[in-house]
């Protein structure tokens, strides 16, 4: 029977969250007292990197990271994703005159998003480093055995934030996880441990890109802490400061 809740199924994006409050959230991940803004969290599925991701049988990186900014209480997450279309559905029912009375979809009620956060994997690999069986000196041994079936998983993400308003990039963040993988023959092992390496089977790769994210979000977080809007003199979007100009 399928275990609730087992430890070893869950990725660093953990727990749930309901209003400002979070339950068994991560506890590394940064938490504001205060939001900063709505923020709606868009992918571009056209990309390479999202093409990628689906060699791996990952698929969208939006409802792991609408968990985790909604945990950390810094942001409001506004829907502008699928259900964008049962949201147009509803208020076209009620349009036609098919809603009970009462049913309260009115124009004006939508939240505007004050930002758009746009996620991307810079880097995942697979078995991007390891250690020989002769490292510790036992290449016959058990010692040398683990170490030749050690490999480690790197992943590096990256998140940006724009002004729906202006359309400025306010904040970038890159971060980046490692974890590490015991491959013992397929995963049997059958001297000096006894028995199977069950414990020390591969991650997935989902779980170390669920922690680079926490990463990056987690540095766009303080940077925002500390926000320093950027001045162009003249105004921004206005010529800039001449500087730059090149043949006027």
């Not at 250690?131 to 079936?149: C, D, K, Q, R």
Request: with cysteine; proline share 2%; aromatic share 8%.
């Amino acid at each position: 029977m399928p275990t609730i809740g087992d430890e070893n199924a869950k990725t660093a994006a953990t727990g749930s969250a309901g209003g400002a409050n979070a339950n068994n959230a991560n506890t590394k991940l940064e938490k504001c007292t205060s939001t900063m803004g709505t923020l709606a969290v868009v992918e571009d599925q056209y990309s390479d990197w999202f093409r990628t991701m689906q060699t791996y049988q990952l698929r969208s990186t939006v409802p792991v990271l609408r968990l985790l900014i909604q945990q950390s209480n810094c942001f409001v997450i506004v829907e502008r994703g699928a259900a964008m279309r049962n949201m147009q559905q509803e208020r076209m029912l009620e349009q036609s005159g098919e809603l009970r009375h009462g049913s309260k979809y009115g124009k004006g009620q939508m939240v505007a998003a004050d930002y758009t956060m746009n996620p991307s994997v810079t880097f995942s690999q697979k078995g991007t480093g390891g250690m020989g069986g002769s490292l510790f000196g036992y290449g016959g041994g058990w010692l040398g055995m683990l170490a030749g079936g050690l490999k480690f998983n790197d992943a590096s993400t990256m998140l940006t934030l724009i002004d729906n308003r202006s359309g400025v990039q306010l904040a970038a963040a890159e971060g980046s996880a490692r974890n590490t993988d015991f491959n013992l023959f397929g995963g049997m092992f059958t001297g000096g441990l006894g028995g199977t390496a069950g414990g020390f089977t591969n991650t997935p790769e989902g779980k170390v890109l669920a922690a680079a994210f926490i990463d990056s979000y987690n540095q766009m977080v303080q940077s925002l802490r500390s926000y320093k809007a950027q001045e162009v003199k003249g105004g921004l979007g206005k010529g800039g400061s001449g500087a730059l100009k090149v043949g006027r």
